[in-house]
């Protein structure tokens, strides 16, 4: 029997609640996900990658299905060698979705076995980002209400 293996991928620098969402709402759909921490050139983290790994370890540390990689390169190469077949995305707003889109469409042209899986923020989290987290963080301010409990800073 073929599994349904699903790479989740992205900085997570932090892990927010917001992506804790989508991997709770996306483990049910899939008999493994992969949480695959890639390398962004555009994106200075501002936590290693192993502090990114143990958190996500933490918080998924009773759900089997939840693993975390860390991986460079191209995700559809990365894809491959996990035998993922999914890529899952979460889509905050219209402007999220439309370059979100255009990866998704670039991957299927590299590689046409895989498909890209869209789920949408929980109202709630919607607003949640690493980007303004880390801007808060920066400033000095308390972050915790966005994070999940293991995410110590």
Known sequence: ????????????????????????????????????????????????????????????IKEPK????????LTVDFCKEIDARYILRGIRYVSDFEYERAIADMNRSLAPELETIFLTSSAQHATISSTLVRDVIRNGGNARQFLPEAVQY
Not at 2 to 16: A, H, K, V, Y
Not at 52 to 59: D, G, L, P, T
Not at 66 to 73: H, I, R, W
Request: hydrophobic share 45%; aromatic share 10%; charged share 20%.
């Open 66 to 73: 939840v693993s975390v990689q860390v991986y460079k390169g």
């Open 1 to 60: 029997m073929n599994q349904r293996i699903c790479l989740f991928p992205g900085s997570f620098d932090p892990l927010t609640l917001g992506h804790v969402d989508i991997i709770e709402r996306a483990m049910h759909l899939f008999d493994r996900l992969v949480i695959g921490i890639g390398s962004n050139s555009s994106k200075q983290a501002m936590f290693s990658v192993e502090q990114r790994a143990e958190w996500i370890r933490q918080v998924f």
